[in-house]
């Protein structure tokens, strides 16, 4: 059962968008997200253009604090106090307790490389089969639904063995099927399907941190 802040963080983005046609569908995604982390996984993200910034702009939200500062347990800072000492004191008063999480578009040597010497449509995808480990997460971003290097991370994390959510728009619904959870905003233009799919994500990304973080 989620805390009630937690509802509290997903309710108000109904509230606030016209995201009724997506409900479920979040809900799902957050219950596979929170699975991924409370598991000891790792998310995955990619997408391309505004959905690539949009998998970076996640990473930065999950891997710090967002909304909570996220400071080390007393197990963890006690660990850096006896491997330091007394030079422990600044790294437990700057470190945070992060969500791993890595986007796939960052890697631009192997993504440029993997373009130039395999097949440009499968730099995604073969990160996704060199990186996922049980218990991971696949996040992929298309605003059109069809973006192929996206489909195809889908499909490899299918044949791994990991779970994954597809966030798109209106269009192409037929690919939704490659995802176990697909959020299909109720837009086609691809600037307003991005301005639904931020606020999607933010609160995804807050209800993670208060579900793992946020007062009992």
Request: glycine share 10%.
């Amino acid at each position: 059962m989620l805390k009630d802040s937690t509802r509290q963080i997903l309710d108000t983005l109904f509230a606030r968008y016209p995201l009724s046609c997506c409900e479920r569908e979040v809900l799902g995604a957050f219950t596979l997200l929170h699975g991924c982390f409370t598991s000891g996984g790792k998310l995955l993200v990619c997408g391309n253009g505004g959905s690539a910034a949009d998998s970076e702009h996640i990473v930065g939200e999950l891997m710090k604090g967002f909304l909570l500062p996220r400071a080390l347990t007393a197990a963890q800072s006690r660990r850096f106090e006896e491997a330091l000492g007394s030079e422990s004191a600044y790294l437990v008063g700057h470190l945070q307790q992060g969500l791993p999480a890595i986007s796939l578009v960052s890697q631009s040597g192997l993504v440029t490389a993997y373009g130039n010497d395999v097949a440009p449509d499968m730099a995604f995808a073969q990160q996704v089969f060199s990186y996922a480990r049980p218990g991971d997460l696949l996040l992929g971003i298309t605003t059109s639904g069809a973006s192929v290097n996206v489909l195809h991370a889908l499909r490899t994390a299918k044949a791994v063995g990991i779970p994954s959510i597809l966030l798109m728009g209106g269009r192409n619904r037929q690919n939704a099927a490659l995802a176990d959870v697909a959020v299909c905003v109720d837009e086609s233009e691809t600037f307003k399907v991005q301005e639904l799919h931020l606020p999607i994500y933010h609160a995804l990304c807050a209800a993670a941190e208060e579900e793992l973080f946020g007062d009992s």
